[in-house]
């Protein structure tokens, strides 16, 4: 089945635990993305990576990092979490080098304490 | 500020009660306008793609268009299943990159029977 993982689904943590998040898709897409979701808020771009080894900063990239050594794989890092990274992470891909038609993954719900 | 603006935030239709949710955009330069439909706890699921004023797109009871700062979709006869949060997202144009994705907050619709 043609999908986007994500795992953990849920995670509890305290402030300054590095964690990271994986996203895994089995479509052979190039672009694969991060966006965090919050109430009132929507919507926002972490990281995106238009292919292997290429990555470029969202609008909200501040205590992420993100690395894209294969293909299907597009980690997500939070080295010190903080309070205000508890979210909903969405990650995304999309077959071409743009977000277009993007296939989003169940979500990961955060929570720093 | 934001670069993408959905309205409104909630709508509340009878089944039957044609409408349209409006999304307008500040970016200077646009590669795509997406919209997506997104149901409680799930993430987003793409159903169009606008590249250029004037473009259209249908499926069964939704139609997307585009003006050169505005989007609309478009909503034929609802059904309750047509319930869920509608999302817009704009891709910017920014020099040689490939330029990030904007999210609007999202229009809440309810259809009732």
């Known amino acids: 089945e043609a999908q986007v993982t994500q795992n953990p689904r849920y995670l509890i943590t305290v402030t300054g635990k590095k964690l990271t998040v994986t996203c895994s898709q089995n479509m052979n897409h190039e672009y694969m993305s991060w966006y965090r979701q919050d109430p009132g808020l929507g919507l926002r771009q972490i990281y995106y990576s238009m292919n292997v080894e290429v990555t470029d900063k969202g609008d909200v990239p501040e205590g992420y990092k993100v690395s894209r050594k294969e293909k299907r794989n597009f980690p997500l890092i939070l080295e010190s979490p903080s309070p205000n990274q508890t979210s909903l992470y969405f990650c995304a891909s999309s077959l071409r080098t743009t977000p277009d038609t993007q296939y989003f993954g169940p979500g990961t719900r955060l929570t720093v304490l | 500020e934001d670069q993408v603006t959905q309205s409104p935030e909630a709508l509340r239709l009878q089944e039957g009660e044609s409408s349209s949710l409006n999304c307008s955009y500040t970016v200077s330069g646009l590669r795509g306008l997406f919209w997506y439909r997104q149901d409680p706890g799930k993430g987003p699921e793409f159903l169009f793609t606008l590249y250029s004023a004037g473009e259209e797109k249908e499926k069964e009871r939704l139609k997307a268009t585009l003006t050169k700062k505005e989007s609309f979709l478009h909503i034929t006869a609802p059904k309750p299943e047509d319930s869920a949060t509608y999302l817009c997202?704009?891709?910017?144009?920014?020099?040689?990159?490939?330029?990030?994705?904007?999210f609007g907050r999202g229009t809440q619709l309810t259809v009732w029977p």
């Open positions: 997202a704009v891709h910017e144009q920014r020099g040689s990159t490939l330029g990030r994705l904007y």
